[in-house]
T-cell receptor, first 111, second 113 residues
Framework: DGGITQSPKYLFRKEGQNVTLSCEQNLNHDAMYWYRQDPGQGLRLIYY???????QKGDIAEGYSVSREKKESFPLTVTSAQKNPTAFYLCASSRQLYGYTFGSGTRLTVV | ELKVEQNPLFLSMQEGKNYTIYCNYS?????LYWYRQDPGKSLESLFV?????AVKQEGRLIASLDTKARLSTLHITAAVHDLSATYFCAVDMGGTSGSRLTFGEGTQLTVNP
């Protein structure tokens, strides 16, 4: 079955450390997205990519970086510049007129 | 800048009652989505509304869209405990920068026996 796979499900980051969240899709969707969700809040867009080798900043891109070298993959790196990274991270993909599909999420905690 | 506002943010209701969640957005959009989220889980797609006057029903949930008023509603009929969750509306921006969703803050619904 097609879908989006996010890994790991839980991730712990030490102060000053970079960590990378994985997002892979086998839906043949062109566009991919990263959202952040804080407790009791809505989702905010971090980065998105409409095609391979191209991506745009969302509303809260500072302290994050992405790459889109393959259509299937859109990893998100949370850098040490992100001072408050503890949150639930959701990856999504879409194909025009087909709606959005969300992954199961990665819960990142700073220790 | 697109703003999406939901109200109420918290809703506690009795089983069997009806209620409506409102979603207002600030700029023209091609489509509007409703999602359900259970605690600690991802988003479950409920509805996609594509045109003015669109109405869709799934079980006890009815969603509608008024693009002229920039308003969508999610009506809950004869609520049951299983509907307890957080509900989000999201507006698809589109445009030259590509499609992307802007979410409301969410409505946390609790249905009490």
């Amino acid at each position: 079955d097609g879908g989006i796979t996010q890994s790991p499900k839980y991730l712990f980051r030490k102060e000053g450390q970079n960590v990378t969240l994985s997002c892979e899709q086998n839906l043949n969707h062109d566009a991919m997205y990263w959202y952040r969700q804080d407790p009791g809040q809505g989702l905010r867009l971090i980065y998105y990519s409409q095609i391979v080798n191209d991506f745009q900043k969302g509303d809260i891109a500072e302290g994050y970086s992405v790459s889109r070298e393959k259509k299937e993959s859109f990893p998100l790196t949370v850098t040490s510049a992100q001072k408050n990274p503890t949150a639930f991270y959701l990856c999504a993909s879409s194909r025009q007129l087909y709606g959005y599909t969300f992954g199961s999420g990665t819960r990142l905690t700073v220790v | 800048e697109l703003k999406v506002e939901q109200n109420p943010l918290f809703l506690s209701m009795q089983e069997g009652k009806n209620y409506t969640i409102y979603c207002n957005y600030s700029t023209t959009s091609d489509r509007l989505y409703w999602y359900r989220q259970d605690p600690g889980k991802s988003l479950e797609s409920l509805f996609v509304l594509l045109s003015n006057g669109a109405v869709k029903q799934e079980g006890r949930l009815i969603a509608s869209l008024d693009t002229k008023a920039r308003l969508s509603t999610l009506h809950i009929t004869a609520a049951v405990h299983d509907l307890s969750a957080t509900y989000f509306c999201a507006v698809d921006m589109g445009g030259t920068s590509g499609s992307r969703l802007t979410f409301g803050e969410g409505t946390q619904l609790t249905v009490n026996p």
